[in-house]
Protein backbone atom coordinates (compact mmCIF):
# COMPACT_ATOMS: atom_id res chain seq x y z
CA UNK A 1 0.00 0.00 0.00
CA UNK A 2 1.39 3.81 -1.07
CA UNK A 3 -0.04 6.69 0.95
CA UNK A 4 0.20 10.19 -0.19
CA UNK A 5 -1.31 12.75 2.40
CA UNK A 6 -2.46 16.29 0.75
CA UNK A 7 -4.50 19.16 2.12
CA UNK A 8 -1.53 20.82 4.19
CA UNK A 9 -1.63 24.40 4.55
CA UNK A 10 -1.52 27.80 6.81
CA UNK A 11 -4.41 28.92 8.19
CA UNK A 12 -5.63 31.16 11.00
CA UNK A 13 -7.37 29.95 14.12
CA UNK A 14 -10.69 28.92 13.60
CA UNK A 15 -10.61 27.73 10.11
CA UNK A 16 -11.31 24.77 8.54
CA UNK A 17 -8.63 22.19 6.78
CA UNK A 18 -9.27 18.61 5.19
CA UNK A 19 -6.61 16.54 4.68
CA UNK A 20 -6.85 13.73 2.08
CA UNK A 21 -4.76 10.47 1.92
CA UNK A 22 -4.71 8.47 -1.48
CA UNK A 23 -4.39 5.01 -1.41
CA UNK A 24 -2.78 2.70 -3.90
CA UNK A 25 -2.57 -0.92 -3.97
CA UNK A 26 -4.85 -3.63 -4.29
CA UNK A 27 -5.05 -4.26 -0.45
CA UNK A 28 -6.21 -1.09 0.72
CA UNK A 29 -9.41 -1.99 1.17
CA UNK A 30 -8.99 -4.37 4.09
CA UNK A 31 -6.74 -1.71 6.28
CA UNK A 32 -8.00 0.10 8.63
CA UNK A 33 -6.62 4.01 8.36
CA UNK A 34 -4.92 6.32 10.67
CA UNK A 35 -3.59 10.11 11.22
CA UNK A 36 -1.42 11.54 13.39
CA UNK A 37 0.60 14.04 13.86
CA UNK A 38 3.91 15.43 14.50
CA UNK A 39 5.04 19.21 15.92
CA UNK A 40 9.00 20.35 16.11
CA UNK A 41 10.53 18.64 19.34
CA UNK A 42 7.62 16.17 20.33
CA UNK A 43 6.94 12.21 19.63
CA UNK A 44 4.36 11.67 16.91
CA UNK A 45 1.14 11.19 18.36
CA UNK A 46 -2.48 9.96 16.91
CA UNK A 47 -5.35 11.86 16.16
CA UNK A 48 -7.68 9.58 14.26
CA UNK A 49 -8.70 6.16 13.03
CA UNK A 50 -11.38 5.08 11.26
CA UNK A 51 -11.53 0.89 10.39
CA UNK A 52 -11.98 -0.60 7.16
CA UNK A 53 -15.82 -0.37 7.00
CA UNK A 54 -15.54 3.18 8.04
CA UNK A 55 -18.00 2.53 10.76
CA UNK A 56 -16.15 2.58 13.69
CA UNK A 57 -13.88 6.05 14.51
CA UNK A 58 -11.67 6.77 17.22
CA UNK A 59 -10.24 10.39 18.30
CA UNK A 60 -7.44 11.82 20.20
CA UNK A 61 -8.99 13.92 23.46
CA UNK A 62 -8.10 16.87 22.15
CA UNK A 63 -9.74 16.68 18.71
CA UNK A 64 -12.39 14.58 19.19
CA UNK A 65 -15.64 17.00 18.70
CA UNK A 66 -13.40 18.99 16.29
CA UNK A 67 -11.73 16.64 13.97
CA UNK A 68 -13.71 13.93 11.58
CA UNK A 69 -12.00 10.65 9.86
CA UNK A 70 -14.11 9.42 6.71
CA UNK A 71 -13.28 7.22 4.31
CA UNK A 72 -14.15 6.98 0.20
CA UNK A 73 -13.08 3.34 -0.30
CA UNK A 74 -14.52 3.66 -4.12
CA UNK A 75 -11.94 6.58 -4.45
CA UNK A 76 -9.25 4.61 -2.24
CA UNK A 77 -8.78 7.64 -0.24
CA UNK A 78 -9.80 8.92 3.95
CA UNK A 79 -9.56 12.19 5.02
CA UNK A 80 -9.15 14.04 7.78
CA UNK A 81 -12.05 17.32 8.25
CA UNK A 82 -10.75 19.91 10.70
CA UNK A 83 -12.73 22.46 12.35
CA UNK A 84 -12.15 24.64 14.67
CA UNK A 85 -8.12 24.70 14.11
CA UNK A 86 -5.79 25.89 17.38
CA UNK A 87 -2.72 26.92 17.19
CA UNK A 88 -1.77 23.96 19.18
CA UNK A 89 -2.89 21.81 16.37
CA UNK A 90 -0.03 23.17 14.72
CA UNK A 91 2.09 19.93 13.18
CA UNK A 92 3.05 17.68 10.03
CA UNK A 93 0.16 15.30 10.07
CA UNK A 94 0.84 11.72 8.74
CA UNK A 95 -1.75 9.20 7.33
CA UNK A 96 -1.26 5.10 7.86
CA UNK A 97 -2.65 2.36 6.96
CA UNK A 98 -2.96 -0.62 9.58
CA UNK A 99 -4.66 -4.02 9.77
CA UNK A 100 -6.89 -2.84 12.68
CA UNK A 101 -7.65 0.69 14.02
CA UNK A 102 -5.55 1.24 16.54
CA UNK A 103 -3.78 4.04 18.56
CA UNK A 104 -0.31 2.69 19.00
CA UNK A 105 2.20 4.24 15.57
CA UNK A 106 3.88 0.92 15.92
CA UNK A 107 1.05 -0.89 14.57
CA UNK A 108 0.62 0.54 11.10
CA UNK A 109 1.87 -0.67 8.29
CA UNK A 110 2.48 2.02 5.96
CA UNK A 111 2.42 5.88 6.21
CA UNK A 112 2.58 8.79 4.02
CA UNK A 113 4.89 11.29 3.38
CA UNK A 114 3.23 13.72 5.58
CA UNK A 115 1.70 17.72 5.27
CA UNK A 116 2.18 20.37 7.10
CA UNK A 117 -0.42 22.17 8.90
CA UNK A 118 0.36 25.86 10.64
CA UNK A 119 -2.50 27.67 12.33
CA UNK A 120 -2.11 30.90 13.58
CA UNK A 121 -3.25 32.89 16.35
Known amino acids: VQLQASGGGLVQAGDSLRLSCAAS????????AGWFRQAPGKEREFVAS????????DYAGSVKGRFTISRDNAKNTFYLQMDNLKPEDTAVYYC???????????????WGQGTQVTVSS
Open 50 to 57: IDWHGGVT
Open 25 to 32: GRTYISYA
Open 96 to 110: AAARTAVRHPRRYDY
